[in-house]
């Protein structure tokens, strides 16, 4: 029995990454064998088991034939007899298919050393056009190692558009389809997976939506940058540096849906986006099965990234509504969250990414004066549910009155 160190673990020390999970595999075994030494089995589709002590995973060595659609139609198969090189010639990339056994020498029959020092992402076989998940695979690592100038190579693009226009990617089931593109949300890069989905045909297949933004004008006046698709990958890549927590970007990836529906003969301007990208939104939300905290902070910053832009030329009454319909009050946290999407969203355009914007820190005052309102004697006070919360609303509207005076603007007479 041979055991060696695989995937991740061994690519990710080559480039002096911080260790990935640490997957072995196991050639020269039978499940009786791992089963006697005290591993315990754990998959279900194929032989994968659980050290005794440190409960890593340990897979046997196998190998797999395509005999049905998407990519779950695969029959494995494993045997004492499987190669270490058997095993890896399975896998997506090169750079993915290199194997370290316990004397800490490489196995690298596929040349992956030479693509990670060369930096380019290659498949390892054509079996790589067998399975529709290796195209988002391929645009999440094009994102996670974008920092190092990774490049996707011709013929690898050229079967993930084969693959894009198979209609195979319509077998991908949708919690995966989530699972990767979370993980290039929390990527260096995450722009750079949607640069990847688009050029390989499967933003259109994955995310019409995102994809339909690409080729949409804007006001050059605003947005230098024009084209709105262009806009969404600034903003993306300016969340990333600014360290943004994943759900920021993923709202900002869907905060401009509603332009893509603007008439032609309304173009470049887009009055009323913010209303018709929120039914969008939601539909992108509910087919992919988008956790709920990515889905209400998404829907929030599509529809109220405008009104956030105006906060120093909101009147009170407006900006008391903006807190209430932000649930800002009661849910502080996610409207920072709200506020930092909305600054990237106005930052992320070309040449203005150092622009200040005043708004956020504008509004967190704003909070913070009607947070400070006591409420003991209405708290106190006879009367219906209905009549307290209209006192509370009148004492918040004048606390921010106060507060307006207090902040005076030059745009508001």
């Known amino acids: 029995m041979q055991v060696y160190l695989v995937g991740g673990a061994v690519r990710d020390r080559l480039l002096g990454l911080p260790g990935s999970d640490r997957d072995y595999v196991v050639t020269g075994a039978t499940p009786e064998q791992m089963t006697a030494l005290g591993y315990k089995?754990?998959?279900?589709?194929?032989?994968?088991?659980?050290?005794?002590?440190?409960?890593?995973?340990?897979?046997?060595?196998?190998?797999?034939?395509?005999?049905?659609?998407g990519h779950q139609g695969f029959v494995f198969h494993t045997g004492a007899e499987i190669s270490i090189e058997d095993d890896l010639i399975r896998r997506d990339l090169t750079i993915n298919a290199i194997a370290e056994d316990s004397d800490g020498r490489l196995i690298d029959p596929y040349?992956?050393?030479?693509?990670?020092?060369?930096?380019?992402?290659?498949?390892?076989?054509?079996?790589?056009?067998?399975?529709?998940?290796r195209v988002l695979r391929v645009a999440r690592f094009a994102a996670r190692l974008a920092p190092f100038g990774f490049q996707i190579a011709a013929e690898t693009m050229a079967l993930m558009r084969q693959i894009s226009t198979s209609g195979e990617l319509q077998t991908l089931s949708v919690e995966r389809i989530w699972q990767e593109l979370h993980k290039a949300m929390i990527s260096p890069a995450p722009q750079?997976?949607?640069?990847?989905?688009?050029?390989?045909?499967?933003?259109?297949?994955?995310?019409?939506?995102?994809?339909?933004?690409?080729?949409?004008?804007?006001?050059?006046?605003?947005?230098?940058?024009?084209d709105t698709g262009e806009h969404v990958l600034l903003t993306l890549q300016l969340a990333a540096e600014q360290g943004c927590a994943a759900e920021i970007i993923f709202a900002l990836l869907l905060h401009d849906l509603g332009k893509a529906l603007t008439p032609p003969q309304q173009l470049p301007r887009h009055h009323g986006h913010e209303h018709s990208g929120v039914p969008l939104i939601g539909d992108v939300c509910a087919r992919l099965k988008v956790p709920k905290k990515y889905t209400e902070l998404a829907l929030l910053v599509g529809r109220w990234h405008l009104l956030v832009h105006q906060a120093l030329e909101l009147r009170?009454?407006?900006?008391?509504?903006?807190?209430?319909?932000?649930?800002?009050?009661?849910?502080?946290?996610?409207?920072?969250?709200?506020?930092?999407?909305?600054?990237?969203?106005?930052?992320?355009?070309?040449?203005?990414?150092?622009?200040?914007?005043?708004?956020?820190?504008?509004?967190?005052?704003?909070?913070?004066?009607?947070q400070a309102i006591s409420f003991a004697g209405i708290d106190d006070a006879s009367g219906s549910g209905?009549?307290?919360?209209?006192?509370?609303?009148?004492?918040?509207?004048?606390?921010?009155?106060t507060f307006h005076r207090l902040h005076p603007n030059p745009h508001i007479a």
């Open 111 to 133: 040349n992956g050393r030479a693509d990670l020092e060369q930096r380019i992402l290659r498949h390892v076989s054509p079996a790589f056009a067998e399975d529709p998940l």
């Open 386 to 401: 209905e009549a307290k919360k209209e006192m509370i609303r009148d004492l918040r509207l004048e606390k921010l009155r």
């Open 41 to 69: 089995p754990v998959g279900r589709d194929f032989p994968v088991f659980l050290h005794p002590q440190t409960h890593a995973e340990y897979a046997l060595a196998r190998t797999e034939r395509k005999h049905g659609r």
């Open 316 to 370: 009170p009454a407006t900006l008391l509504q903006l807190l209430e319909r932000c649930d800002a009050m009661r849910r502080p946290q996610r409207f920072e969250q709200i506020l930092l999407a909305c600054e990237m969203d106005k930052r992320g355009r070309k040449g203005l990414q150092d622009r200040a914007y005043p708004q956020r820190a504008y509004l967190l005052a704003a909070l913070a004066s009607v």
């Open 192 to 226: 750079r997976c949607i640069e990847v989905l688009r050029e390989s045909g499967a933003l259109a297949q994955l995310l019409p939506e995102v994809d339909a933004l690409f080729g949409v004008p804007q006001v050059a006046e605003y947005h230098p940058e024009i």
